[in-house]
């Protein structure tokens, strides 16, 4: 599987951008993880087309939606209400072994073998 991801840029706060991940294989399963310079890379958000499984961080609840368009095989982070915090570098990544949302968050990042190349975003005055 590979994954590209896009959407990323410049946004002021309270701003919205959406991200991009495009999978060449299908897999079930596709998250999105950031990481903030100096910081651990964390578990942001996840959809499953096997059960409709969805997982967000309490950090992102209520401002990111995530969403599948099961024709392309595209995974779209909707992120309104940008905050100076979200600055990151965000990836999509996946594994075919995992098949659903449930339980995910930033440990079962191990666990995933195929990954993006990351774009970056910046929300900055």
């Known amino acids: 599987v590979q994954l590209q991801a896009s959407g990323g840029g410049l946004v002021q706060p309270g701003g919205s951008l959406r991200l991009s991940c495009a999978a060449s294989g299908f897999t079930y399963a596709i998250g999105w993880f950031r990481q903030a310079p100096g910081k651990e890379r964390e578990g942001v958000s996840c959809f499953s087309s096997f059960d409709s499984s969805t997982y967000y961080a309490d950090s992102v609840k209520g401002r990111f939606t995530i969403s599948r368009d099961k024709t392309m095989n595209t995974v779209y982070l909707q992120m309104n209400s940008l905050k100076p915090e979200d600055t990151a570098v965000y990836y999509c990544?996946?594994?075919?072994?995992?098949?659903?949302?449930?339980?995910?968050?930033?440990?079962?990042?191990?666990?995933?073998?195929?990954w993006g190349q990351g774009t970056q975003v910046t929300v900055s005055s």
């Open positions: 990544a996946t594994d075919p072994a995992i098949i659903s949302c449930r339980g995910y968050g930033s440990s079962v990042q191990k666990y995933l073998r195929f």
